[in-house]
């Protein structure tokens, strides 16, 4: 049996470009992919933390160390420049493999830099 787990968080991105015309997908700054682990055309799941949007697409690599998180194609309805974004990448696991599992959390600051990562996620409290 595989148990579906947020593999990798891209936390509170915003968006820099928003191209309609484009094929598709979302242009990912290719070090914050590194960093978290998502792959190029890898299905991913986009949060927008602005407007409440949920939508599926998947990740292509932009220039590294430029910062960019472009959304394109129908997609670019969904979130345009300056929306705070959640991108999400999901992935299936055993439970031999959920013995050791951590997903990569990698939290951005306003122009994309990283401001720390981690491998869990706080309690919530009341």
Known sequence: MQTIMLKAKLHKAHVTHSELEYEGSCAIDGKL???SGIREYEQIQIYNVDNGERFTTYAIRAESN????SVNGAA????GPGD???ICAYSGYSEAQLTHFKPT??????DNSVSHSSNSIPVQVA
Do not use: F, M
């Open 33 to 35: 992919l590194d960093l």
């Open 66 to 69: 430029t910062g960019t998180i």
């Open 76 to 79: 670019a309805h969904k979130a």
């Open 84 to 86: 705070r974004i959640i």
């Open 105 to 110: 959390l990698v939290y951005l600051n306003s």
